[in-house]
Structure formats: structure tokens, C-alpha cells
């Protein structure tokens, strides 16, 4: 009997168990895939957009004339994303968009795993859980299945590479990191950033001086990894350029400021709080290699929302593990033997078992395109209460694929997706259609003076809008539009009287 029970408070009878990393991805593995799957698909248009850039990037390369729209009709268009765009495509072309879900979901869930598996055997068990938890709730807003769910693994995989010594294998693996990451989001310049604000920290340092030259060859090696792209040099030339058109990316809202009355702004606030009481409190200062990189991440979380998902995959777990001795010096006394139960559970754990069980699970739900049975508990549609599904689908058949469409912002890639043969006037690449067309966009969608001229010299005689902007409001009031369909989504305008043979649809 009092065997057992030391068997148990020290974990020696649970040693077949999940540790806390294997935890931390599988049940988040999981629960994006199957109970987020719809939100993911279905609160942005970007993800159709890829999809579509995708196939075509395999067919005619990673830099061709636009096609996809009346605006930029023939301009240069670099894919510098191409190689996330291609995987979308691929995964999608296998088994539709409830592959592409779970494969969002697993980038996600891998992200939080490496997280934990960089804090483990620094911080307690509990603790490891607890800021899991917190990074979950620093993303969720951005869980959205598009590329920037690889600069999540990325940075996380960045975070693990602090570890390594100045030597080959550290500049071999930020090579390959960042040659791979490069050819997959441009979250790579980030991941530079803050890397760089670590080396210069680790070298400004007096104990870590003596590293300065395996830290600048790290450095070199992490910057030439980059050049390893189709683009080669293309691909920071582009940037440069897009970045000078600073106005495109203030008209973007993931680009604002966070908004600290909002719940998530809240869970940002009480992290920055938690991290100055742990600094205020902590006798020895941390190294600067840790200082520098955490208030380059935090400059930018605050200059971007975007950017706190980054913050809290690198930044934050930097931060508490350096300090791990505040964590661990912390008691509160009816949490001690608990605590000391999951340290002990832990070192008897398991983790490779079970994260290979989640992924074949996942991978047999991909394999039936998010179906068990009859029921699809993996979402595999565009939602219709989100997109104008029913409208496309009826302006498709109705063949207006050869009028000038404006539509929504959000909805241009959607249309790509769903209706091939009709190009747009703008959609969520603001880099690629600039500042100027996002204000012209802006300026019709809000009836601003001068709208009906712009619609007149763009030659837009078919409008996608829902039956509650401005926009739609004011083109009712107009006798050379009429309204061809519309239902609780969307409303199609057509401009003139319907062509023979195409009668205006009863409204639903």
C-alpha cells in the first residue's frame, strides 16, 4: 500500500504517459483542426487567394503578368510566398479544404509543441503548461490558415537554435532555417531581426565576447540562407519596394496598433505586467542577448498586432526561461505537491508515441477529406454566411464573367477561387495593389465625391457588395443600376438593363 503510493508521487507508475509537450500538441492539434476548422476557413479571403496563386505558380513559375485582375491586369507579380501557395495548392488538390485546415492546425500545434519543448527542463512542469496556454491565447486571434502560419513554426524552431554553441551546426541549421523560411513567408525578416538582436547582444556581453566570431558567421550564414530562393536577390529587392509604400500597410488592420480595451489587448497587457514584476524582482539582470531580442519583439508587437503571435513564440518564452529562478522560487503552498507530482510525471513521460498517434489520426481525416461517417466534423467549405457563395455561383452561370467586377476587399480571393474566368479589382495583397488603389477602393466603398467617376473610368459594371454597405445603399438609388440578385450575403448590381435572355432573379 505505501509502496503504491510513493509509485505514484513520484511517477514511477505512469511512465507510459504523454509528457507536457506531447499534451500541448495533440490536444491543440485537435481542437484547431476539428473545432476551429470553420473559423480558419471562413473569417478571411486570403486563404482562396493562395490557393489559386498555388496552381498557378506551378504551371507558369514563381514570377509571371497578373492575370487575376482588371486593375493590374499584365504588372510583374513575384510570388514571394510561393512555396506555402504551392503546399495550400498541393494539400488542397488531395483532399480539399479540410486538408488544408488540419495542416494549419498541426503548424500551429507544432508551434506551441517546440515552444514547450524549449522550456522544459528549465521551467517546472506546471509553469510549461501555463505559458503554453499563454502562447495559445497570444495566437488564436491569427489563427487563419494562411502562410504566415509557417513563420509560427519558423520562429518557434529560431527559439530552439538559441540553444545551440557558435559552431557549424548552429550556422548549418540557420541556413537551412532561413532558406526554407524565406521561400515561405516574409516573416524570414523578422525571424532576422530578432536573431540579430540577439547576436548582438550575446557579443556585446563581457561573459560572451569571446563568441563574436561564431556569432558574426551565424549572422552571415542566416542571411545567406535567404538568397537560397528562386528569386535569389529579386526577393529583397521586392520587399524594399513594397515597404516603401508605408500607406498600404496603415490601411491594413492587422498592421494597426493592438487595441488594449479588447480582450486580446488585455491578455497582452497582463503579459508585459507579469514580465515586469518578474524583472523587477529578479536580483541578477539577464543577459543582454536575452534583453535585446525581447524589446525588439515588443517594439514591434506594439507598433503591429501581427506581431504579438511572434512576440509570444519567441519573446516571452526567452524571457521566462532566463528567469526561470523567479518562476521556480515562487510558492504557494496547496500547489507544492502537485507541482512536485507533475515535475516527477514528467521525467517518466513520453512524447514521440503520441504526437505520431495524433498525426495519424489527423492524417486519416485527411485522408476522407474531414469526414467520419456521415458527418464532416472538419469543415471543407467557404462559408456562405461569410462569402457571397450563392451570388457567385448564380453570376457564374449567368455568364457575367465578361463584366468588370468591383467587389469586396476581403472577398476578391474568394471570387478567384470560386469564379476563375472573372478577374477583380483588389483583394488582401495590399503589397502587390498599393497604397493608391487601396484609397481609390476605400473612397468608392464609402461614396466619397467623385465614386461614380471612378466606377465610370475603371469601366465597372458589375458590383458584389453586401446588402448593408454604403456603397450598395447609394448604387440602389441609381437608375442605370439594377439589382440582378441578391440574398442575405450578397448583393449583385449590374449596370444597364439585364442582356436578353437573362431575366433579374427573384430576391431570396
Known amino acids: 500500500m505505501l509502496r503504491a503510493i510513493s509509485l505514484t508521487a513520484t511517477g514511477e507508475s505512469r511512465k507510459g504517459q504523454p509528457s507536457v509537450i506531447a499534451l500541448l500538441f495533440g490536444i491543440w492539434a485537435l481542437v484547431i483542426s476539428v473545432g476551429y476548422s470553420g473559423q480558419m476557413l471562413s473569417t478571411d479571403g486570403d486563404l482562396a487567394r493562395h490557393i489559386v496563386l498555388g496552381e498557378h505558380i506551378l504551371s507558369h513559375g514563381v514570377v509571371f503578368p497578373d492575370v487575376f485582375s482588371h486593375t493590374k491586369l499584365g504588372e510583374e507579380f513575384v510570388a514571394y510566398e510561393w512555396l506555402s501557395e504551392v503546399i495550400f495548392a498541393t494539400v488542397h488538390s488531395w483532399s480539399g479544404l479540410a486538408a488544408v485546415a488540419i495542416l494549419a492546425g498541426i503548424l500551429i500545434a507544432s508551434s506551441v509543441g517546440v515552444v514547450a519543448r524549449y522550456l522544459r527542463g528549465r521551467l517546472e512542469t506546471a509553469a510549461v503548461l501555463l505559458v503554453g496556454h499563454a502562447v495559445v491565447a497570444l495566437t488564436y486571434p491569427h489563427w487563419l490558415a494562411r502562410p504566415h502560419l509557417f513563420s509560427f513554426l519558423a520562429l518557434s524552431v529560431l527559439l530552439m537554435m538559441t540553444d545551440l554553441a557558435p559552431g557549424w551546426k548552429r550556422h548549418l541549421g540557420l541556413a537551412v532555417l532561413f532558406s526554407l523560411w524565406a521561400n515561405l513567408h516574409p516573416g524570414f525578416v523578422y525571424g ?3 536573431y540579430f538582436a540577439y547576436v548582438l547582444g550575446d557579443t556585446l556581453d563581457d561573459r560572451s565576447r569571446p563568441r563574436l566570431m561564431g556569432n558574426a558567421l551565424s549572422a552571415a550564414a542566416a542571411v545567406l ?3 537560397a530562393t528562386p528569386l535569389g536577390w529579386r526577393l529583397h529587392h521586392s520587399f524594399v519596394h513594397h ?3 508605408t500607406r498600404a500597410f496603415e490601411l491594413v488592420e492587422e498592421f494597426q496598433p493592438i487595441a488594449m480595451v479588447s480582450l486580446y489587448g488585455v491578455l497582452f497587457f497582463l503579459s508585459l505586467v507579469l514580465m515586469i514584476w518578474i524583472l523587477s524582482v529578479r536580483k541578477v539582470r539577464p543577459p543582454l542577448s536575452i534583453v535585446l531580442p525581447f524589446f525588439a519583439s515588443l517594439f514591434a508587437a506594439l507598433s503591429a498586432q501581427r506581431n504579438v ?6 519573446a516571452l518564452p526567452l524571457m521566462l526561461r532566463s528567469t526561470s529562478d523567479v ?3 515562487w510558492r504557494w503552498k496547496p500547489l507544492e505537491n502537485p507541482r512536485r507530482v507533475m515535475a516527477a510525471d514528467d521525467q517518466q513521460a513520453r512524447t514521440a508515441p503520441y504526437v505520431l498517434a495524433v498525426l495519424v489520426l489527423l492524417g486519416a481525416l485527411t485522408a476522407t477529406s474531414g469526414r467520419v461517417g456521415p458527418f464532416q466534423i472538419v469543415h471543407d467549405e467557404f462559408s456562405s454566411e461569410y462569402f457571397p457563395v450563392k451570388a457567385v455561383q448564380m453570376a457564374r452561370e449567368g455568364d457575367l464573367h465578361d463584366h468588370t467586377l468591383l467587389t469586396m476587399y476581403h472577398w476578391g480571393g474568394y471570387i478567384l477561387y470560386a469564379w476563375p474566368e472573372q478577374t477583380i479589382y483588389i483583394d488582401g495583397m495590399a503589397n502587390f495593389f498599393g497604397s493608391e488603389l487601396m484609397e ?6 464609402s461614396t ?3 465614386w461614380k467617376d471612378t466606377l465610370s473610368r475603371r469601366g465597372i459594371d458589375l458590383l458584389i457588395l453586401p446588402p448593408n454597405v454604403k456603397l450598395a445603399s447609394e448604387v440602389r438609388k441609381l437608375p442605370d443600376w439594377s439589382v440582378w440578385y441578391e440574398d442575405s450575403t450578397a448583393v449583385v448590381f449590374r449596370y444597364e438593363t439585364p442582356a436578353p435572355g437573362i431575366e433579374p432573379l427573384a430576391l431570396e
Not at 309 to 314: E, Q, R, S, T
Request: net charge negative; aromatic share 14%; proline share 4%.
Open 448 to 450: 466619397q465625391e467623385g
Open 327 to 329: 518562476v521556480h522560487a
Open 309 to 314: 503571435p511572434l512576440f509570444a513564440l519567441f
Open 225 to 227: 540562407g535567404t538568397f
Open 440 to 445: 481609390e477602393y476605400i473612397s468608392v466603398l
Open 192 to 194: 532576422l531581426a530578432v
Open 243 to 245: 515597404l516603401r509604400d
